[in-house]
């Protein structure tokens, strides 16, 4: 797998020095800045500490089953244009080397729910997915709201099984983050979406 991050720290460098740490016992193989930059701390063959506890599908331990590439960001703001093309430069070259599909190219947020938020709504996703580089459900009109529907589709796309609300939250950041409220046909349909890829 792919997991994405955002730094949520000021600097790049900032990043990168608190990366590079031993001490906080949090790494990741790639960091990118927003200028494009980019720096490999750790060898794709290693293991990186940037996921730690949550589920994708089968896979509990993320870490040793993932290359981690953080960008720098707060999550406040878009990711720069610079930072987004070394981002698609970089992603082929990875999935091609570990045979990473699109549908496992993932967010910290898709895997650890509830806990993280990273990389944010600001990311865009649907761009990744435009050039194969992630997954994007197929459009469906709105379904009838259906909360155990709900749970096993995104359950079956790899979501871990988490409350509802959490769960709601977590696939709203990534596909509809301008969603708000209760459970709606909307987020039904992009469930079914993803459940049928």
């Known amino acids: 797998m792919i997991v994405l991050?955002?730094?949520?720290?000021?600097?790049?460098?900032?990043?990168?020095?608190?990366?590079?740490?031993?001490?906080?016992?949090?790494?990741?193989?790639?960091?990118?800045?927003e200028d494009g930059r980019i720096w490999?701390?750790?060898?794709?063959?290693?293991?990186?500490?940037?996921?730690g506890t949550g589920q994708w599908g089968d896979v509990t331990d993320v870490n040793s089953r993932s290359i981690g590439i953080e960008l720098a960001n707060c999550g406040d703001h878009p990711f720069?244009?610079?930072?987004?093309q070394a981002l698609e430069d970089l992603m082929p070259r990875i999935m091609v080397r570990?045979?990473?599909?699109?549908?496992?190219?993932?967010?910290?947020?898709?895997?650890?729910?509830?806990?993280?938020i990273d990389p944010g709504p600001r990311f865009d996703w649907h761009r990744l997915a435009r050039q194969g580089l992630a997954h994007w459900p197929q459009p469906m009109s709105p379904q009838p709201v259906e909360p155990e529907a709900f749970r096993q589709n995104l359950q079956k796309f790899g979501y871990p099984d988490?409350?509802?609300?959490?769960?709601?939250?977590?696939?709203?950041?990534?596909?509809?983050?301008?969603g708000r409220g209760p459970l709606a046909p909307e987020d039904m349909a992009i469930s079914a979406g993803l459940a049928a890829s």
């Open 162 to 178: 988490v409350e509802d609300s959490i769960l709601l939250d977590a696939m709203r950041l990534r596909f509809r983050p301008w």
């Open 80 to 84: 720069p244009e610079p930072q987004m």
């Open 98 to 116: 570990w045979a990473v599909s699109p549908s496992s190219v993932i967010a910290h947020s898709d895997m650890a729910p509830g806990r993280k």
């Open 40 to 51: 490999q701390m750790v060898d794709e063959t290693m293991r990186a500490w940037h996921a």
């Open 5 to 33: 991050h955002y730094t949520a720290m000021q600097t790049a460098e900032a990043a990168l020095e608190r990366l590079c740490d031993a001490k906080v016992e949090v790494s990741a193989h790639y960091l990118i800045a």
